[in-house]
């Protein structure tokens, strides 16, 4: 399974990152730009994920590692976000929050 922490993500561009947290965890705050994929909802959307290499991120890593074997294994080219959504604002990175 390929990775990558936290800083190599906030140097990528154009690369899709997809958040498998649930819904209400996405709504607290979540990395710019990234599209909210649930884990308990991926297996009926995989329509919805990009054709090309993209990210998958989480809280911690764990989810994110799941997920990224599982679509490994269908022949998507996906990349776990180590440390996850946690780390980066750990870090200090900016987020997102949606508007109510």
């Not at 074997?69 to 870090?91: F, M």
Request: proline share 5%.
């Amino acid at each position: 399974m390929k990775s990558i922490t936290v800083a190599e993500l906030a140097e990528r561009s154009g690369t899709p990152l997809i958040d498998v947290r649930e819904r209400d965890e996405f709504a607290r705050g979540h990395v710019p730009g990234a599209v909210n994929i649930p884990m308990s909802e991926i297996g009926g959307r995989l329509g919805e994920l990009p054709g090309e290499a993209f990210d998958v991120i989480c809280q911690m890593g764990g989810r994110s590692a799941r997920v990224v074997e599982a679509l490994e294994s269908r022949g998507y080219d996906a990349t776990n976000v180590d440390g996850g959504t946690g780390e980066w604002i750990a870090q200090g990175r900016e987020i997102e929050i949606p508007a109510a």
